[in-house]
């Protein structure tokens, strides 16, 4: 009797082989394929005297930090010119989840359309992630001279990434709610550059009083931490206009008498900025749902010189993917952060309260 199982003849062994060849070449295939396609489909790198260095594959970070000081910086002349000449054609463009008026004026529009175009024009090979939305048949012909400022030459060595793994975040007016009451000095423009979700570059660019803040990731900054922070009793930064329930977590994790300021520019309230209107604190927290246009810049900023953002939970905040932050944030710089979190009253708890 024949023994039991399987056995295969030569020719069955052949054509299975043939088969599994057969599979990995379609799947293979369909890699290169993919590939191939994505160079297709990316605007090829402007080459010539005004094209981005490197090939369309891959991007100077440099070379973005210069062109995203430089956006910042003429978004923020629309801002200011819309403020000075007055008519801010003001609009109310949603509401928030906790039922806040979202606004929209002439001022934001007109700096994002500065600061989406000088970008793109020089990095077409990037995914550029904008607050306000880019008119599609809006065809601004602006072009970008390459020169990169002296203090960021000095600071700053080139260093390319793939241009795939590069998310730009724009905030063409951050505090769009105080800008429309004149609390003119609150009032940032703000560009991030994210590799691979982690924030890299930030810039944050105050209009009114032309001071602008830049930092890299292993590079070097224009801006550095303050020498002496309060970590006891902490002065705490919120927002001004998006509150939510941030004093009560303030007070149940540092005490009735914790300092509470609500304002603009809150990073920056951390640091040691040479600009008379600032504000100082020593920690920043906000509890409520928030976009990642308005706190990549200062994640970026804050990481460069050694600090941290987090959710309130401690995850770092990847900027890539969804416009939004869910998990709240603490900010904070040359103090024990995680110690500062598991401070923080449990979130679920205080929302029931
Ligand atoms: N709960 C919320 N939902 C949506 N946006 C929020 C928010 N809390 C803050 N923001 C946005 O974050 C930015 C900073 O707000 P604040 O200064 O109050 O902290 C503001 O955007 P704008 O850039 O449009 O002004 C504000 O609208
Ligand atoms: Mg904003």
Known sequence: MAPMGIRLSPLGMAVFCLLGLGVLYHLYSGFLAGR????????????????????????????????????????????RRVREGNVLNEKAKGKTREGAEEKLTSGDLLSNRRMFHLLRAAFPTVQINSE?????????TVSWDRSIPEDIKEKIQPKEVPAESVTVWIDPLDATQEYTEDLRQYVTTMVCVAVNGKPVIGVIHKPFSEYTAWA?????????????????????????SHAGKVEQVARQTFGNKTVIIPAGYKVLALLDVADKNQEEADVYIHVTYIKKWD???GN??????????????????????????????????NMDHKALIEKLPDLEKTSHK
């Open 36 to 79: 191939f396609a994505f160079f297709m489909l990316s605007e090829p790198a402007a080459g010539g005297p005004e094209g981005p260095r490197g090939s369309a594959a891959s991007v100077d970070l440099r070379e973005l930090l210069a062109v995203s000081v430089l956006a910042a910086v003429r978004g923020g002349k629309e801002v």
């Open 132 to 140: 306000e939305r880019v008119d599609a048949a809006d065809q601004e």
């Open 216 to 240: 890299m990731v292993d590079g070097g900054s224009n801006v550095k931490a303050r020498s002496l922070y309060n970590e006891k009793t902490p002065r705490i930064i919120v927002s001004r």
């Open 295 to 297: 706190i990549c810049a």
């Open 300 to 333: 970026a900023v804050l990481r460069a010189l050694g600090g941290h953002m987090t959710t309130l939970t401690g995850e770092e905040i990847s900027y890539t993917g969804s416009d939004g932050n869910e998990g709240g944030l603490i900010a904070s710089i």
